[in-house]
């Protein structure tokens, strides 16, 4: 068993993006993440497909889904395999996702 601590969360921007930033906590070899990201208010989660399942857990803030819902703190959000989407921070936002296979970024 491994345990992450809060104090060991070390945030990276993401990308060239300093309105995101990224605490990866797992890798797997078949391309699947873990971790958490924290995104700025009015910044977006850029588009991307999912190639195997993915789970987020909303911690804290709000953000637009792009489809007319909205995914809040406490709300668990389930994307299918080749989802297509982009989300839009309404407020600071702080969420857990695991992307199973990992992403393509579009």
């Known amino acids: 068993m491994r345990v992450i601590t809060q104090n ?3 945030f990276h ?8 930033e990224v605490c990866m906590v797992r ?9 958490f990201i924290r995104i700025r208010k009015g910044a977006t989660l850029p588009r991307h497909r999912h190639i195997d399942a ?3 857990y909303m911690i804290k803030g709000r953000m637009d889904l792009g489809d007319g819902r909205i995914a809040q703190a406490g709300d668990y959000l389930v994307m299918d395999p080749d989802e297509v989407h982009e989300m839009v921070a ?5 969420f857990f996702v695991t992307a199973h296979k990992g992403v393509e970024w579009l």
């Open 27 to 35: 890798e797997a070899e078949n391309g699947g993440i873990s971790g």
């Open 13 to 20: 921007p993401m990308g060239s993006d300093s309105d995101l």
């Open 90 to 94: 309404m407020e600071d936002s702080l």
């Open 8 to 10: 060991e969360h070390e």
């Open 54 to 56: 993915e789970e987020t």
